[in-house]
């Protein structure tokens, strides 16, 4: 689901709430979740803020080295293969949305 809301001054929010395949999915189905995810993340005009919400089945470890800018560093556990494509995605969009 995607929201768009309008902020003051002419500014936007876009909220986008997603749900990814469980761990035990079938990869073509991970890839297809991770395609569609990306194509929306796409499509969010660069001036709006970005806010994604969702259950992603994913964890991230605790190597903020690796991923600076990406995680900090108070992670739990070791990342699971959901974690890292989440972590692929972020890292390719940034924090600012760039």
């Not at 936007?12 to 890839?31: N, Q, W």
């Not at 569609?36 to 919400?53: E, K, S």
């Not at 974690?83 to 390719?92: A, D, F, T």
Request: charged fraction near 15%.
């Amino acid at each position: 689901m995607t929201l768009r809301l309008p902020l003051i001054k002419g500014r936007f929010m876009t909220v986008i709430s997603a749900y990814a395949p469980t761990l035990v999915s079938d990869e073509t189905t991970k890839d297809s979740f991770y395609s569609g995810l990306r194509a929306t993340l796409q499509a969010v005009p660069r001036n709006d803020r970005l806010v994604i919400l969702g259950d992603f089945n994913a964890r991230f470890g605790t190597n903020h080295n690796i991923w600076s800018g990406v995680i900090g560093k108070h992670g739990l556990g070791s990342a699971n293969s959901n974690g890292l494509r989440l972590l692929n995605l972020c890292s390719e969009f940034g924090p600012c949305h760039n």
